[in-house]
Nanobody
């Protein structure tokens, strides 16, 4: 499974962005998708996760109410809609896919495939 994240960019605080993650390969082996982020000098952290079709999403507290994860398994796409962005959201955002039949949520070791990341920069 190969993952390609896109949609990052520079946005002012309060703005919105939608990240996309295109999957290819043996995606039928994967059940859950996730988004993580890593800010400069910090460890990678969980953002959101759900099934391919967006069922049963989970969110980190710091993005809850502002970010929405969705997906389309038929198109092999996963999205992260981000609203009310703040400078603290600045990071490289990664999409990930899991073959686990149980939701890995924030557990990074539960994800088997990772995309290359897309930079999101929020200016104040």
């Amino acid at each position: 499974v190969q993952l390609q994240a896109s949609g990052g960019g520079l946005v002012q605080a309060g703005g919105s962005l939608r990240l996309s993650c295109a999957a290819s390969g043996r995606t039928f082996t994967t059940y859950f998708m996730g988004w993580f982020r890593q800010a400069p000098g910090k460890e990678r952290e969980f953002v959101a996760a759900s099934t391919w079709s967006g069922v049963g999403p989970s969110y980190a507290d710091y993005v809850k109410g502002r970010f929405t994860i969705s997906g389309d398994h038929a198109k092999k796409m996963v999205y992260l809609q981000m609203h009310s962005l703040i400078p603290e959201d600045t990071a490289v955002y990664y999409c990930a896919a899991s073959e686990s039949p149980s939701p890995p949520d924030s557990n990074e070791s539960g994800y088997h495939y990772w995309g290359q990341g897309t930079q999101v920069t929020v200016s104040s």
